[in-house]
Nanobody, 115 residues
Framework: QVQLVESGGGLVQPGESLTLSCVTS????????MAWYRQAPGKERELVAT????????NYADSVKGRFAIGRDNAKNTMYLQMNSLKSEDAAVYYC????????WGQGTQVTVSS
């Protein structure tokens, strides 16, 4: 069974940093372009960042370019999201998943950014 377990969320103040982790199992992690998504209350889930299978390329939403960095460790079936200079607008539940044809969603990890 596919499992996507996000962690690392928490409460931070604007301008601070946070690193999220996603431990996966139940599929061949190294075969897929992966992504981080986020969803704020009352809003649609949005794509935040993507990373290719070998980490040779990544893509970011305009809203996070220059502040976030996506990474992956295929040996550990794990991916990461380094979030710097956090803003109130970044507050959301963050999810990891495949970029193309997502698996069922995990529980996500809550990122709260105080004003």
């Amino acid at each position: 069974q596919v499992q996507l377990v996000e962690s690392g969320g928490g409460l931070v103040q604007p301008g601070e940093s946070l690193t999220l982790s996603c431990v996966t199992s139940g599929f061949t992690f190294s075969s897929y372009v992966m992504a981080w998504y986020r969803q704020a209350p009352g809003k649609e889930r949005e794509l935040v960042a993507t990373i290719t299978t070998t980490s040779d390329n990544s893509n970011y939403a305009d809203s996070v370019k220059g502040r976030f960095a996506i990474g992956r460790d295929n040996a550990k079936n794990t991916m990461y999201l380094q979030m710097n200079s956090l803003k109130s607008e970044d507050a959301a539940v963050y999810y990891c998943n495949r970029r193309y044809g997502p698996w069922p969603w995990g529980q996500g990890t809550q990122v709260t950014v105080s004003s």
